[in-house]
């Protein structure tokens, strides 16, 4: 159990900061998908994958005191930033993961991005099991509010295979 909760704050340690949950929750997910060993299970929600183990995590995480939690409101709704405390610093010392340098990289590259991007980009991989032509429709269809654009789905498969490479997978 410990584990996983080192590999989360591994993630967010290595991201110095990360803004949102739904970037949170996309950034592990595609670092899963890039072969990176996390375990959280994920299904399809409305912003893309989604864990619920992983909001559990977090959630424990910062009840522990080794993650700072800032709710800040922006406009009509909230948004959170995570960070490492003292304390879970101090946690990842003591509980040394062997950690991939590839991973950190990876997760630096995807916290530039905006989340808007990784949802696109981490329901491209959830769907990859089907044709690109097949994944441009599906988008169409359940992603039909963000009115992603032909060029950002293009894009979208460019970075999945610049994080492939970065990931040596």
């Given at each position: ?46 912003y893309g994958p989604y ?66 991007f990784l949802e696109l ?19 169409a269809k359940v992603k ?26």
């Amino acid at each position: 159990m410990l584990l996983e909760h080192a590999k989360i704050l591994y993630a967010i340690r290595s991201a110095k900061e990360i803004v949102g949950r739904k970037k949170l929750q996309k950034m592990i997910y595609i670092a899963k998908r890039l072969s990176f060993p996390y375990q959280e299970r994920f299904g399809f929600h409305f912003y893309g994958p989604y864990s619920e183990e992983l909001t559990l995590q977090v959630e424990e995480l910062v009840n522990l005191g080794f993650l700072e939690e800032v709710k800040e409101k922006k406009g009509g709704y909230f948004q959170y930033r995570y960070k490492l405390t003292d304390n879970g610093e101090e946690f990842l010392q003591m509980n040394a993961i062997n950690v991939d340098k590839k991973l950190e990289a990876c997760l630096c590259d995807m916290n530039e991005q905006s989340s808007r991007f990784l949802e696109l980009v981490s329901t491209i991989l959830y769907f990859d099991n089907l044709s690109k032509q097949d994944i441009y429709e599906k988008i169409a269809k359940v992603k039909s509010k963000q009115n992603y654009t032909k060029d950002e789905i293009e894009e979208a498969f460019d970075y999945i295979a610049s994080l492939k490479e970065k990931a040596g997978s």
